[in-house]
């Protein structure tokens, strides 16, 4: 990605935000905006947006999952296959 082609200035948005929103909707890169010369805000499309928040709250469960492995909060595959059979027969009685 080259985020150096899309850095704006806060006017620059200002006067063009139909036509960034569009460019923004056909699939273009976010958008950096500035405001005295240094950057302020990110804009970018909302599929774009959801997607990266179905990636960090994956990237969240993945890091969870990997710290309850070196805390040793693990039960073998085994046990597990064992406590769902009994809840289904418990559930069919």
Sequence with gaps: MRYST????????KA???EV???LNDGAEPMILTQNGEAKAVVQDIRSYE????TLAMLKVL???????RAG???PLAD???RLKARLRDTDA
Excluded at 6 to 13: A, G
Excluded at 51 to 54: I, S
């Design 80 to 82: 597990v296959k064992e």
């Design 21 to 23: 929103l569009a460019d």
């Design 73 to 75: 909060r693990v039960t």
């Design 16 to 18: 063009n935000a139909a």
């Design 63 to 69: 890091a969870l999952g990997m710290e309850d492995i």
């Design 51 to 54: 997607q990266t928040q179905e």
């Design 6 to 13: 899309r850095i704006k200035p806060i006017s620059y948005f």
